[in-house]
C-alpha cells in the first residue's frame, strides 16, 4: 500500500475494514454443585428445553483466527442457593457482565448469527455501559443481552427466536 501525494500533503489511504464474525454460543446453565447441576446437565445433554441453556456472544477475527472474544451476562454467583431461589421466585439478583478469550469456538451448539466491520470490544464496551445488571430470569436476562449484543453488532433483532425456530426445525 503506498501513500498519495494531495495537493502537497501526504495521505494515508484508508486501511481495509476488519470484518468479525458474530457467533452465539449455547451451554448449560450453572446451578448449584449436585442434583440442580446434574439436572441442568442432563436438560441440555438431551436438547429438553431451549429455555435451559446460558446463552453468550462470541467474536473472531481474521486479524486473529486463533483468538475467540466471548461476551455474556449471568449471575454474579450462579452456583449459590439465593440465586437459585431468587430465580425461581421471580426477584432480581445481582448480575455481572463478562468478557474472555477462548481459543476456538465451540463444536456445539454455537451458530454464526452475522459478521460486522466495527471495533467488537469497543461496541461491547459502548453496549455494557448501558446494560442494567439487576438480573431477572425471563425478564432480564443472558438471553436479553444475547439479543441486544447481536442486534448492536449486526443489526438483527431477536436472534435467538430466529435460532429457536431452526432448532425446532431441525428435531
Request: charged fraction near 20%; hydrophobic fraction near 40%.
Amino acid at each position: 500500500m503506498g501513500f498519495m501525494i494531495v495537493a502537497n500533503s501526504i495521505v494515508k489511504p484508508p486501511s481495509p475494514a476488519i470484518i468479525s464474525d458474530i457467533f452465539v454460543a449455547a451451554v448449560p446453565l450453572t446451578a448449584a454443585k449436585g442434583p440442580p447441576q446434574l439436572v441442568m446437565s442432563t436438560a441440555y445433554s438431551l436438547h429438553l428445553s431451549w429455555d435451559l441453556q446460558h446463552f453468550m456472544v462470541l467474536s473472531t477475527s481474521p486479524a486473529l483466527p486463533s483468538q475467540v472474544l466471548v461476551f455474556d451476562f449471568q449471575p454474579q454467583d450462579p452456583e449459590s442457593v439465593y440465586a437459585a431461589l431468587a430465580v425461581l421466585s421471580g426477584r432480581k439478583i445481582p448480575g455481572v457482565l463478562k468478557s474472555r478469550k477462548i481459543k476456538k469456538l465451540p463444536n456445539m451448539r454455537c451458530w454464526k448469527v452475522g459478521s460486522c466491520n466495527v471495533d467488537v470490544e469497543d461496541m461491547i464496551h459502548k453496549f455494557n455501559n448501558g446494560w442494567d445488571t439487576d438480573l431477572v430470569v425471563g425478564q432480564h436476562d443472558c438471553r436479553h443481552y444475547t439479543n441486544g449484543v447481536v442486534e448492536c453488532l449486526t443489526g438483527e433483532k431477536d436472534v435467538l427466536d430466529r435460532l429457536k425456530r431452526i432448532q425446532k426445525s431441525i428435531a
